[in-house]
Each structure stands twice: as C-alpha cells, then as structure tokens.
C-alpha cells in the first residue's frame, strides 16, 4: 500500500467507499424486506434469497419482453419491471403464509426449516424454468458508463441507480411502516396481538399484507440486483447469511439500526477486501459481526422493551 | 448415587428391543445384502447419523436448534485427514514435487514448508484427541460467549449459521493451508494399513457401526439421567428452572458441546470410509441437511435419527441416480411434509400408529409384561412436550414465541 502516492490513496479510498456504497445499497435493499418479516413478525423466512432471485428472474423476463416487443421503451424498462417484480414477489409471499406460515407462528424453529424447504422447491423450480446457467439482463445503454468526478475517480452509473432505488425504497418503507394504516397494524399486533385484535385488527390480514410486503421487497432487491451482477437459480442462497447478520446485527425491530448496520458491513467489506483478498475480507467482516454479536446479542440499535 | 446410575442404566423391554432391532440392521442385515460398494455408502449415511444424534440432544431434548453442525463435522473430519495426508506424504511418495514431503496441495500453492499447526497431525494420538477435542473446544467457546448471555433459540440458529458460512469461505479461500474447494483428497493409509480396499472398507464399516452404538448408548445415557429431565425442563420452561437454582447456561454448553463431539467423531469416520473431506461437507446446506435428518427421523428419538438419516440418504442417492430434477422438489415436500403434518419424525408415527399395534397383538397372543404400560412406553413420549409439538403452547405462551426476536431474557 505504501507504493501509492497520497492522491492516488485517496482516490482509491474514495472508489473502494463507492463501491462499498453500492453493495451497502444492495444489502438495504436485501435486508429491509427481512427486516420487516424478521423484526416485526418474528418469522425467520430462510426461502428470503429465493423472492429477491424472482425479483431478479421477472426483471430478466421483462428485460426480453421489452427488448422483442417494445424497443422504444427499452430505456425505462428497469422501473417498470421493479414495480412487477415487486408484486410477483408479493403474492408469492402472501401465498407462502397463507399455505405454510400462518400454520407455524407458534414454532419460530420450525418456520426456519419450513422456509428452507420453500427455499429448496423454488431453486428447483427456477432451474427447471430458466436453466441451471446463470442469465443476465440487457442494461439500457444510458445506464451503462459512469460519470467521471475527476481525473481519478469515476462513478459508474447503475450503481447509481441502485443507489437511488434503495433510497426510494427505503423511504417507502419508512413511510409505510410509520404513516400509513398498516403500519400502525403492524406495530400494533406486535406490542400486544391480543389486544389489537379485540380493537378490531384484523390480525390475520394483516400478517399475511405484512409477509407479502417483505417478500415484495425482496423482489425489488432482486431486481436492482441484476443491474450490476447475473442471476443463477442458487444466487439466492449466497445472501441469505449476509441478510441475516445484517438484520440481527442492526437490531431485528430497528429499521434506523438495519441501515446503519448494513452500512458498516459493507464499508468494512469493501475497504478490506482492498488490503486482502475478497474471501479473507469476507471471512474477517463476518467473523467481526459474529463477535460483536456474542458481546452484544441485542445489535446495535436495540429497541427498548417494557417487559 | 449409585442407585440412581443405575436406575438410569436399566433398559425397558421396548428399550431392548430397539436397540437390538437396530443393531441387527446395521450389523447383519446391511453387510448381508449390500455388496461392498453399496455398504461403504450406507457407511458414509451412518456418520452423519452420529450428528443427527447429537442434535437430537441438542435440539430435541435441549431446545438448542445448531444450524452449524457441519462446522463440527468438517473439523472433525479434516482432523483426522490432516493425519491421513501427511502420512501419505512422505518424501518417498512426493518426490517430484519441488518441496517433497509436504502434502500436494500446498506445493501447488507454493508453500515450501508445512504450516506449524499442521506438524502435531503426524502423531496419530494426537489426530485422534483433536477429532474430538477441536470441534468441543470450539462448541465451548460459542456455548460461552452466547448462552451466558443467554442468546437462544432463532438467534443461536443464525449465528451458528454464519460460522458454517464463514468456516466454509476460509477453507475455500485458504487454499494452501487446507486443499480448498476440492478438500483434502488422494488419502491413503491408516499406519501403513490401506484404506483403500475392500476389506479395508468393511472393516471400517463395522468401527463405524460400533463407534454409532457407543455414542447411541452414551447419548440414551444421557437422555435418561437427571441430567437428560432437566435439559427437557428447560426447553419447555427455560425460566422455573432457572428459578429452581440450576445453572440453565452450563446445561446447555453441555449439551452442545456433546452434540459436537458426536459430530466430530461423525466426520473423522466419514474422512476415513470415503477416503476425503472438502468444504462441501462444513457448508450452510449440509448443515441443515443433517437437521432434517433428524427431523425425519423424529427429534426426540435417538434411535429415530439413525433411521430417519439412511431413510433420507437412501432417498437422495435413489432419486439423484434416477431423477435428479425431482430430488429438490422431494427433499423440499418431505421437509414440510415433517414440519407441518408430522413434528416427531418417524419416531413419532411408530409410537402413534405402530406401537399401539405391537402392544395390541401381544395383549392378544397373552403375552404379559412384554411391552410396558403406554405411559411409561418409548422415550419420545417421556421427553415429548406436555402438549404434543403439534399443537404448540396455547394463547400467552405463544404470545410470548410471537415477539421472540428480540434476544433479551425473558421476563
């Protein structure tokens, strides 16, 4: 490391933080949708990676139904395409509660091995549809590129939008979980369910619109995801881990602590895999998170409980 | 206190029984009709039957949910292949490589000499305390970190999950150090004995069916000493018994520690029949594979796990041989199939639908005291919720597992 000059250590600390913002942006992306399922109802849904791959795969769908049909759309075809895989996701989420989940609230172990085995059939499925090899989408030419900040760094542009997609998404869910009706449900069923349903919650909607919704997120992950990686039916799995930590380490009911956790993991990510090789950045990053975890079990955020 | 070992000794009729079935299958029905082949690959099953037994300690009876034990499976195999590797590594043997004497992997990675913490694994005492030794060292350490702090349930399931993901990314990315995606491969002999042949093979088979039967013993063992009552008092009512003054965080590195010496021993058996390891076996998905095992087979039923693993194994290895599309598809129905409709696993089927039969018959054909009274009957009933899983905790219970993410004590 002391082979560069000042300048370019800066620069290269400037694009390694880039690049850890973009993966950061990917990571709250990944990690709201389960941190709305995993924080407020409690639920572990390991088949998470697998709804962010639909996500993904709708994208893919949708990159050659624009590409065949309607090249004059091309251009805007990314945004469309989050808004479907958002509810392609969705109701494949709402379907999933209403078929095993709502059957194990009482078991969170069991969900956990219930989900993996959603997990399981829907890789299989994927690959029976799509083929084992991974696909990539056509990116829009003006998202291809990147915009030269100066001479030394450049800021490639669907990064950008990734960035800008997690930002979006992360205000609606602010504002979803904070200012709309369900919302206040949600949290409602979550401090006391009994007494949310005598005040007349419909509790069991309100589960399922609030697995549905955290899928649905999911999608719209997956979907970003495509724009700086390819999609493969066992991607999914590959993330499932970094989610949770994420989510567990952020504190599982603080959205604020999701964000600021996704936040240092990835920087550290990024700025370690600069000095060591990605697996040992990796490995180190996680194995970081692991001990903070054991010293610290509530996450950094943690919300305080009257119990 | 001698009484009560031996109390804890005694063997229902039933007990006997079942042990006796099992020993027949894995020491006379097996060897017979399989060929030589056929057996090394039902010998390989029953090594991750020694994990299965261990979660069911963990699981079943603590209420430990380990999503790792591959970690400990893989390190107890890689121990015992370490020692198998450097034996075949002499000088002799790898003399066209630039650094002879040093196993292949590293002189592919140019390594010129052997890691430091590779030198004890010439000695073959020393391989074997570490089979056992290393996976509980790092059991404890995890135990101590988190059940003192009284991290449990979902929370204990992801950490340990994340250290099988981390494990396996070291492994794979220290290529030098450990043979790396392709493991520790081309082992040979066990103190110039070969590994490699038939006979060999048997033989070991039948170790490994020994080594199933001392753990299975120790682990019932355990089950049926106080030891094992309140580690069953504890999953259910974590909290009165810590009122009652025991320590719940010692019971429980106890258990786990247990759950990962069975393990260890699992994987350096597993390293010794098929003659490998790689990091494919420490991974996220074999880990959880092996808790379906158990669930298959019933979470609260020792005997049940060494079942519920062949069953599982045989089924994969049938299917992937003749369909692999739906061997996923299979594997992801059954699981919910278990989950949903039958939470104790086959154990759980033979002591609702079977045993009554049993018990049936033999009242019919006037046989008394052969099968004991349906209260004392079958170990999965004794450590069985007071409730059957199936139906859960009722209303404030459930309202408690409902907000259980946060990881604070309860009330």
Not at chain 1, 99 to 116: F, G
Not at chain 1, 242 to 265: K, P, Q, R, W, Y
Not at chain 2, 287 to 299: K, L, T
């Amino acid at each position: 490391m002391f082979a560069y000059s000042l300048s370019e250590l800066g620069a290269i600390l400037a694009m390694q933080g880039f690049a850890g913002l973009i993966l950061f942006s990917v990571f709250v992306l990944m990690a709201l949708g389960l941190a709305i399922i995993f924080g407020q109802m409690g639920v572990i849904n390991m088949a998470h990676g697998e709804f962010m791959i639909l996500g993904a795969y709708v994208t893919y769908l949708m990159s050659n139904l624009f590409g065949g049909f309607l090249p004059a759309l091309f251009g805007a075809y990314f945004f469309i395409s989050t808004v479907f895989a958002f509810f392609a996701s969705g109701a494949l989420g709402i379907f999933v509660e209403w078929a095993l989940i709502r059957h194990l609230y009482r078991r969170p172990l069991d969900t956990l091995l219930a989900t993996w085995a959603v997990s399981l059939i829907l890789q299989q499925v994927y690959r029976s549809v799509f083929g084992a090899r991974e696909v990539g989408v056509t990116i829009p030419d003006w998202m291809m590129g990147s915009l030269p900040v100066t001479d030394l760094i450049e800021v490639p542009i669907n990064g950008l939008c990734v960035m800008a997609l997690a930002l979006a998404v992360s205000l609606g869910v602010w504002l979803l979980l904070f200012r709309s009706t369900w919302g206040r449900q949600v949290r409602a069923i979550k401090q006391n369910r009994v007494m949310a349903a005598a005040v007349g919650i419909n509790t069991e909607w309100t589960d399922r619109l609030t697995f549905g919704i955290g899928c649905g997120v999911a999608g719209m992950a997956g979907s970003a995801f495509t724009m700086i990686g390819s999609t493969g039916p066992t991607a999914g799995q590959l993330y499932i881990v970094d989610t949770f930590l994420v989510v567990v380490f952020g504190g599982a009911a603080s959205l604020l602590g999701t964000v600021a956790s996704a936040l240092s993991i990835s920087q550290a990510q990024s700025i370690m895999e600069f000095f060591l090789s990605g697996s040992m950045a990796k490995v180190l990053t996680l194995l970081l998170v692991v001990t903070i975890l054991m010293l610290r079990p509530q996450g950094l955020f943690a919300v305080r409980l009257r119990k | 206190m001698l009484a009560r070992m031996t109390g804890a000794l005694r063997f229902s009729p039933a007990e006997i029984a079942g042990f006796a079935i099992l020993a027949a299958v894995v020491f006379l029905v097996l060897p017979l009709a399989l060929d030589t082949f056929r057996l090394n690959l039902a010998g390989k099953y029953l090594t991750y039957a020694f994990v299965a037994v261990g979660l069911v300690l963990c699981w079943g009876a603590g209420g430990i949910l380990s999503l790792g034990q591959g970690v400990f499976f893989g390190l107890g195999g890689y121990c015992m292949a370490m020692f198998l590797k450097l034996e075949a590594s002499t000088p002799a043997a790898t003399r066209i490589q630039s650094t002879p004497g040093i196993p292949d992997f590293m002189d592919w990675n140019q390594l010129t000499a052997l890691p430091w913490w590779w030198e004890p694994f010439h000695s073959l005492a020393f391989s074997l305390v570490a089979v056992v030794a290393v996976p509980v060292a790092l059991a404890w350490i995890i135990g101590l970190a988190m059940f003192r702090r009284r991290v449990g349930g979902v929370y204990f399931a992801i950490i340990t999950q994340s250290l099988a993901a981390i494990l396996t990314i070291l492994v794979i990315g220290q290529q030098g150090f450990t043979g790396g995606v392709n493991g520790i491969t081309d082992l040979r002999t066990l103190l110039g004995w070969d590994i490699r042949t038939d006979a060999a093979k048997e033989i070991l088979y039948f170790v490994n069916g020994a080594l199933l039967f001392a753990c299975l013993l120790l682990a019932r063992f355990i089950l049926k000493s106080k030891l094992g009552r309140v580690l069953v008092a504890m999953r259910d009512q974590e909290d009165r018994v810590r009122f009652s003054g025991y320590d719940v965080a010692q019971f429980k590195m106890f258990i786990f520690c247990a759950g990962a010496a069975f393990a260890g021993v699992g994987g350096a058996m597993f390293t010794l029949q098929v003659g490998f390891m790689s990091p494919t076996l420490v991974g996220i998905v074999p880990s959880i594979e092996m808790v379906i095992f158990c669930a298959v087979g019933g979470r609260l039923s020792i005997l049940g796990a060494v079942y519920g693993t062949l069953l599982v194994n045989w089924a994969k290895t049938t299917f992937s041989e003749s369909f692999p599309e739906l061997w996923l598809l299979g594997l992801g129905a059954l699981f919910i199939g278990v989950v949903m409709a039958f939470p104790n696993g086959l154990a759980g089927l033979y002591a609702d639908h079977v045993e009554p039969r049993i018990r049936a018959l033999l009242a019919w054909l006037g046989v008394r005291g052969a099968m004991p009274a349906p209260v004392a009957g079958g170990a999965a009933r004794e450590m069985a919720p007071a409730r059957s899983v199936a139906g859960g905790r009722q209303s404030g219970r459930s309202l408690q597992a409902r907000g259980g993410a946060s990881p604070e004590p309860g009330p």
